[in-house]
């Protein structure tokens, strides 16, 4: 029972892997609902992560604590005496703490990487740039046709090539595009989706789902603007396709442009409010509890320390009875 359940937690993780590198790029309902199919990629990476560190912590600690007591040193004790028992129990001890560790370094280094690029690419746009006719517009002096937002600036920098090639409407189209961007944090769904990826690189799952996630980013983005801008932004994509983005930036061109393309033109049917906000329900709601699921009945049916015989108190005794002739008093004599 011990190793049941990091036996079923791995396998569960290997089935993940495995479903999710030949699902995930072949799936084409998450081009139609994108919102959906980020949250699809979310909750398989999630709890992929999840399982595979919840099974190291079972084999490394062998029943779950009901608090400190002397019952856990017991059983830790017991799992460590032998010499096979010390080096499963290591190595997974030193398997878990190693995923934890590369986690939080590829998160702190992500966040840190964004932080000074866009600081610097902000303190470039001060000295180049100059302020649009809207506010939160920067227009840059540059032939190539650019446009893109600066996450965490809340800034939309759009160059003189693009504002010789695009006209008025799509202008607007592209605009819109970037506003959903920055109205959405998408910079932060994309920037948790690379942490996996590049705290675990040798895992082709965690690329691929990263790799879905960043594109179906960009076709969100596009349905915001193609409430009223569908023409004109497939025609403005089609303009912008050939230039490339700076890195801290996120650009209405920057993946998967004709796939993009593609898919405005297909003029699918708009979706039904109540279809909204189920969808809006599911991300919201289900996701979450989908992602957690499996790691919470894992720990639901993982064992728990056995209360030792030896370390339990003693048990109230009786009250000692009186000897019969103690009991009542002597009788007085005649």
Not at 129 to 143: Q, Y
Not at 244 to 259: M, S
Request: with cysteine; charged share 15%.
């Amino acid at each position: 029972m011990t190793m049941m359940v990091p036996g079923l937690l791995a396998a569960y993780a290997l089935v993940v892997a495995a479903a999710g590198t030949w699902w995930l790029p072949r799936a084409s309902w998450p081009r139609r609902r994108p919102r959906l199919g980020i949250a699809a990629c979310q909750v398989l990476t999630v709890t992929f992560v999840a399982s595979v560190l919840l099974a190291g912590l079972l084999i490394a600690i062998p029943c779950l604590p009901d608090g400190v007591n002397l019952d856990v040193a017991a059983e830790l004790r017991d799992h460590y005496s032998s010499a096979r028992g010390i080096a499963i129990g290591s190595a997974a001890a030193a398997a878990s703490l190693t995923v934890i560790g590369r986690l939080l370094w590829a998160a702190a280094s992500a966040m840190a990487t964004a932080r000074r690029r866009r600081a610097r690419h902000d303190e470039t746009l001060a000295l180049v740039g100059r302020p649009g006719p809207v506010p939160g517009l920067v227009i840059l002096d540059d032939d190539r046709p650019l446009v893109y937002c600066l996450p965490g600036r809340d800034r939309v920098v759009v160059t003189t090539g693009a504002l010789n090639r695009l006209d008025r409407a799509e202008l607007q189209a592209v605009l819109a595009h970037e506003r959903a961007h920055l109205s959405a944090r998408h910079h932060l769904v994309i920037m948790l989706a690379r942490i996996l990826p590049d705290a675990f690189p040798g895992i082709r799952f965690l690329a691929i789902a990263a790799d879905q996630i960043g594109g179906l980013v960009e076709m969100a983005a596009d349905d915001s603007a193609a409430r009223q801008h569908r023409l004109p932004l497939a025609r403005a994509l089609l303009l912008l396709a050939t230039s490339p983005v700076p890195a801290p930036a996120l650009g209405a061109a920057r993946t998967a442009a004709g796939q993009r393309i593609c898919r405005l033109l297909d003029r699918p049917r708009p979706a039904s409010t109540a279809g909204r906000v189920a969808a809006f329900t599911v991300t919201l709601l289900a996701a979450p509890a989908l992602a957690l699921t499996v790691p919470a009945c894992a720990l639901l049916a993982a064992p728990h320390c056995s209360p030792n015989p030896a370390h339990q108190p003693p048990a109230a005794s009786a009250p000692h009875s009186l000897p019969s002739h103690a009991a009542a008093p002597d009788k007085d004599l005649d």
